[in-house]
């Protein structure tokens, strides 16, 4: 958030998209949304 990342959601359980699915949606510095997730 110190370089200016945005979160849109915070990091938790996504079920509706499939058991397991962790992630966290974020905006970066030039307006980019980025997703970063981990299937569990």
Known sequence: MAAGVEVLHEPREWPEYHPGYYAVFLRDPDGHNVEA????
């Open 37 to 40: 997730v981990h299937h569990g």
